[in-house]
């Protein structure tokens, strides 16, 4: 982006990015002849329509002569709403691409940061089997000569009879709860 100064506006993004109701408000104000066009046309249809069942047929061709007048009021003031906003319409083209290269970068770096966690947990339960194989490992070979187990493979009995213990008594719970039912 450019190095402009900072605005009070950087962190609203509701500022820059506008949802439906506001581009669709946005663009009455920019052009309000259109739908002015677009009601007059409506106007002279329904006024046609009037006619045509009230049998009136000087009225229903005014009419149709009418509609065809809105219509051309309406092209009209599409192209020229067209050439008149062509270079705010770049302007926010280029714009929303910049919004759109922003969002794809944004969430491109948040893949990444879940890549590198993925990563870093992967490395450190790698790392915890190696200790825990590598003590185990020690403590067959301190059992072969005869000598008490190292620490962490003493700890590593302690944890697994905890886990067993804990596993047991919930297994118990479970089974009196469903004898007292």
Not at 33 to 40: D, E, K, W
Request: overall charge positive; some cysteine; aromatic content about 8%.
């Amino acid at each position: 982006m450019s190095n402009s100064l900072p605005s009070s506006f950087d962190g609203n993004r509701d500022f820059y990015e506008e949802n439906r109701w506001q581009k669709f408000s946005r663009r009455l104000k920019e052009e309000p002849l259109i739908p002015i066009g677009c009601a007059l046309t409506c106007y002279a249809l329904w006024g046609a329509t009037r006619s045509i069942r009230a049998g009136d047929h000087a009225t229903t061709n005014r009419m149709f002569r009418a509609r065809i007048y809105a219509q051309g009021f309406t092209l009209l003031c599409l192209v020229a709403g067209s050439v008149y906003w062509s270079g705010d319409r770049e302007k926010r083209a280029e714009f929303d691409g910049v919004v759109a290269e922003r969002k794809a970068l944004e969430k491109k770096e948040a893949w990444i940061r879940e890549l590198e966690a993925r990563d870093r947990e992967d490395k450190e339960w790698k790392s915890r089997r190696e200790e825990v194989r590598k003590a185990v490992v020690e403590n067959r070979e301190r059992e072969k000569l005869g000598e008490s187990p190292t620490s962490v493979g003493a700890s590593k009995c302690i944890v697994e009879e905890l886990e067993d213990r804990r596993r047991s008594h919930c297994i118990s719970i479970a089974v009196k709860q469903l004898i007292r039912r």
